[in-house]
Each structure stands twice: as structure tokens, then as C-alpha cells.
């Protein structure tokens, strides 16, 4: 490879104040969110405020890490750094506890025909520059998540 | 009715690809288009409204026009519809008399327009960025296969939004895109992220266009008839795809469109003709149903049954659209400019004699939404 010729790396994203339980939580394998202590309801993405009720009596919890497939693209024009990896899937997930967050899938072809919508998936962290971000893939068949996650 | 007109409409000379135009001259070229259609001059301008970049000081300033009245909202590409709104109630308010409102982009050659640049630690730069995201291509489409999924709209039905708007192109001899295409044409075109095929994406070109606004009292003072702005309204939703509350619909189309058809007195039975910004093909189906004009799952079959096109009960997108007119990047002001041209019964593609015409405008991927009511008459 000719050294004049750089390649991109992929956006490594900065966490803040706020945001950084949740890098905290992917470091250790965990999927922490936040979730509103007066009305009981979860939330993603970080912040100091319950989007549902407007409390910021707020706090952190961790995520079973379930999840089902909500939506996606097969992307056939590379972001700077997924030169090699298109055509790739850009998802969009249901977490177990309800709130959504974009991700990668990770451990299936990304095709129409193995990306079906609903289909159970389970996080996954892979590690990008100095912070570790969640991917999701197959969800562990048989036995109920909590064991297999053990 | 809002007490309000548009009493100037004109877009640049050419849309396309301009290299020979900067952002900032293509805002001046359509100001001064657009003033020359009011029978006006600069000197007539007290209020300036358009997004940054260059901003309504920048625009002013190179037009010799010292405002005293701005806006710089900048909320994408339906911003021009939230500005004609924002001059509705300057006028009202007398802030203002004669506002301005100029679009310029440069959106093929990039000719001063500077880049695009990720902050990497803002909510979408640290929750979307990271998963390969690379503009609307990869996220504004996302929402789709759940929208085909719970409702059964077929890759058919969604390329058929490509081919209806071509239709509408082909009778206009300003449209980028003119051939008639066939659903084969399009699913057979290039992915560009799946279930989208290249034909079913918008054209990116350079043009620009401006709009004159004044009050209704003024309606007789300019050469063209006046187009009576009845109703406006705007809204917000999600700065991220990935938190659009419900992915088969947009509520910032739907409260805006509420809005303005509430100030307007309106119902969709009164609509004559409609714009709906589509920078994808899903978009129109997502916002025919916003407005009620048909019920949740019924727009695709109502396109492709021929109801949108030349011919149909509801003529949508008549200049071609962001998929086969032109898309500068902020589509929103040539929407505007459409509408004004079917009242005014000068399109090209000219339906009818449309008394009322609906426009609605999308910005960012359904991140906010403008929605105005157009009218032939003062209600």
C-alpha cells in the first residue's frame, strides 16, 4: 500500500460530560442508559432530562442489551472508513426496554434477506479509537436471554 | 388568510450545474429575479430573510439593502416556508413592509459553500456517526422498510412515486430530468441504500430563488396577481432519524400541516394542488398522509394509481420535484416557487386553474416541517 495514501479511519465519537456513564458502561460491557425516577420511564439519548415528563430526576441503569430489529438501509456508499465493508447495514433498534438507537449489525450478511425486521438481536461492544460503542447481533437461540448472556 | 401575499416569485435564470455561480450570487440572482417580478427594486426591501450560509446579513449587505427587520432561521431545506410564516407575522406585527426571503446553493459544484464537517461530540455525531451515516442517502431512507413493512407498500408502489413525478417533468421544459421512466426503469437503476434505487433519490444542482412579501392591502400595486398567503404553520420533531418517535410517520408534518390548515379554514377537500418536498420517494407518501389526504398506508396505491399525476385528482409535485426538477440541498423554496406558479396559472406544467394550493416542506430527515396554504383569493 502506498504510504501517500491514508486510510480513513472511522468517526471515533467524543463523549461528554453527559454522555459519559454510557461509554463508561460500554467499557465494562454494559449498555447503560438513563431512565426518570418520577415517572418510571426509560430514555436514550443522554441527558440531564426525561424527554416523557420533563423531570431531571434522572439516573442510570443497565439494559438487558436485548433488542429487535426496527429499521435499516444496506448503505452502498461508504461513509469515510467503510470503504471496505460496503455495502453495510445502517440500523435502527428497539431496545427490550423501549427506547431506539442507531447501530451496526454485527454477525449476519447484511442482506434484505437476513436482516428481517423484528428479528431478535442482542448487543455487542466493539472498541473504535479510545471508546468502546454498542453493535448489535443474532440474539443467542434456545435459552432465555438472561442465561445466555451469563 | 393571513393578510399577507407573495407578491414577487422568481427562481435563477438556469438550475442545474452552474459552476460559473457562487452560493451568494445565486441568492443575489434570484433576489433581484424576484424583485423585478413585484416591479420592485432593493431600495424597496425592509425586512431579509434566508438560512446561513451566507445568512440574511451577508445577503442584504451584497444586495445594498440595510434591514431592519431579519431572520436567519435555518432549520434545512423547508426553512423558506418558515420564513414566509416568520414575515407573515412581522407584517402583521409592522416590523416590517417588504421582506425578502433568498435562496442560493451551490449543491453540485460547491461553488462557495463551503463543507460539511461532523461534530463528533453532538448527539447525532456521537449516536448515528459512528454507525457509517454519510447524509440523507443513508439516513433519511431509514425509516422506509418499517413504513413497507407494517403497512405492505411494495418496492412497486415507492418507485411508482419516481415515475408519477417524471410525468410532471417531462411537460416542463425547466426540469432537469425530462424522459418518462417506466417502475422497471427505476428498480433497475443503481442501489444507492437499500430498498432506494438512485431514481428514487433526489438530484442535487445548483440553483436559487427569492420570494417578495407585503401585505394584502398592497394587492393591486404589483404587475402579477397576487398569491394570498391563508395559512402557514411549522414544527419540529427529532434532530436524529434514529429518535423519530414513530418511523411510518412524520409528526412534524402532521402538526404543521394541522397548523396551516386551521389558520386557512381549509380542509384537504378545498386543496387544488399540492407540493410535497420529496428528496425521496417515500417522502410524498409520508406526507399525503400527514395531511390527511389519504389514510395511514393508503398513499402508496394512491399513487400508483395515478391519482398524483397529470390527469389525477391531486396533481403533486408538477414541476418534477427534488427527483427529477432540481434539488439544490434546501428544496424547500422551489416547492414555494411551484405552488406560486399554479396559482398564478404560469407553470409549465400548468393543472388547471388551481384556487388553492398546499405546500409542504420538509428539513433535515424529517427533522422539522413548514406548511403553507396558497390561495387565488383572499378567504
Sequence with gaps: MPASKPVPAKPVPVPTPETQPFYDGCAAGELRIQRCTACA?????????????GSARVE?????????????????????????EAPYA???????????????????????????????LRVRFEQRGDVTIPVFGPAPSGADSAGAAA | MTGVIIAGAAETDELGKLPGHSTLNLHI??????????????????????????????????????????????????????????????????????????????????????????????????????????????????????????????????????????????????????????VEDVLASRMVAYPFHLLEC????????????????????????????????EASETPMISQMTDFTESQAFRLAGQSAFAEAGITTADVDHLMIYDAFAHV??????????????????????????PGGSLPLNTNGG????????????????????????????QAGEPAISVVLGNGGMFATSGVLVLGRQPR
Design chain 2, 284 to 309: 410524498p407518501i409520508y406526507g399525503l398522509e400527514a395531511l390527511g389526504f389519504v389514510k395511514k398506508g393508503e398513499a402508496g396505491p394512491f399513487i400508483a394509481d395515478g391519482n398524483t399525476e
Design chain 2, 29 to 182: 440572482e434570484g433576489a433581484l429575479n424576484a424583485l423585478a417580478d413585484a416591479g420592485l427594486t432593493t431600495r424597496d426591501v425592509d425586512g431579509v430573510a434566508t438560512v446561513a450560509n451566507p445568512g440574511p446579513v451577508q445577503v442584504a449587505h451584497a444586495l445594498g439593502i440595510t434591514p431592519t427587520w431579519l431572520d436567519g432561521t435555518g432549520v434545512g431545506g423547508t426553512s423558506f416556508l418558515l420564513h414566509v410564516r416568520h414575515a407573515v407575522a412581522a407584517i402583521k406585527a409592522g416590523h416590517a413592509k417588504t421582506i425578502l426571503i433568498t435562496h442560493g446553493e451551490s449543491g453540485r459544484s460547491r461553488v462557495g459553500a463551503g463543507g460539511f464537517r461532523m461534530n463528533l461530540s453532538s448527539p447525532p455525531g456521537q449516536f448515528e456517526a459512528p454507525y457509517g451515516t454519510l447524509g440523507p442517502t443513508t439516513t433519511f431512507t431509514i425509516p422506509a422498510l418499517r413504513y413497507m413493512k407494517d403497512y405492505g407498500l411494495t418496492h412497486e408502489q415507492l418507485a411508482y412515486v419516481a415515475v408519477a413525478q417524471r410525468k410532471w417533468a417531462a411537460r416542463n421544459p425547466r426540469a432537469m430530468f425530462r424522459e418518462e421512466i417506466t
Design chain 1, 90 to 120: 445502517i440500523a435502527v433498534v428497539e431496545l427490550a426496554e423501549g427506547p431506539r438507537m442507531m447501530t451496526s449489525i454485527a454477525g449476519l450478511p447484511h442482506t434484505p434477506e437476513a436482516l428481517e425486521l423484528d428479528m431478535p
Design chain 2, 202 to 233: 433526489c438530484l442535487v444542482t445548483d440553483g436559487g430563488g427569492a420570494l417578495v412579501v407585503t401585505a394584502a392591502d398592497r394587492a393591486g400595486d404589483f404587475p402579477k396577481p397576487p398569491v394570498h398567503v391563508l395559512g402557514t404553520g
Design chain 2, 322 to 349: 427534488g427527483l427529477s426538477y432540481t434539488h439544490t440541498g434546501m428544496y424547500g423554496m422551489f416547492a414555494i416557487q411551484e405552488g406560486v406558479r399554479q396559482i398564478r396559472g404560469e407553470a409549465p406544467a
Design chain 1, 41 to 53: 420511564r426509560p430514555y436514550f439519548y443522554p441527558r440531564p432530562v426525561c424527554p416523557h415528563c
Design chain 1, 60 to 84: 442510570w441503569f443497565t439494559a438487558s442489551g436485548d433488542a429487535t430489529l426496527y429499521s435499516y438501509v444496506i448503505n452502498h456508499r461508504p461513509a469515510p472508513g467503510f470503504e471496505a
